[in-house]
């Protein structure tokens, strides 16, 4: 049995879309094709199961989820907050 599945992701902005899915293409193989179209990433699986697409859209979901988790962390250590701006040389 042969089994498709479209959805789409939804990101704050373009940028951040893309930089998730520059991070998870790599990983992508055959079994899911992505594209971005503006703040959404647009996935496309498929498997010869039910089980095996259920598979291949956790995993890809998996890693979507960390890339976002390690930018925002990213993001975070980069920015310095106002309390921590220490020009008064204290």
């Known amino acids: 049995m042969k089994c498709d599945c479209s959805f789409s992701l939804e990101f704050e902005n373009a940028e951040t879309a893309k930089k998730v899915l520059d991070s998870v293409r790599l990983d992508n193989g055959e079994w899911i094709s992505s594209r971005l179209e503006g703040n959404r990433i647009m ?7 039910i089980g095996g697409l259920l598979h291949t859209a956790e995993d890809f979901l998996a890693c979507v989820s960390l890339a976002e988790k390690m930018m925002k962390k990213k993001c975070e250590k980069g920015a ?4 921590e701006n220490h020009d008064d040389g204290s």
């Open 43 to 49: 996935c496309e699986a498929s498997s010869d199961s």
């Open 80 to 83: 310095i907050l106002p309390s």
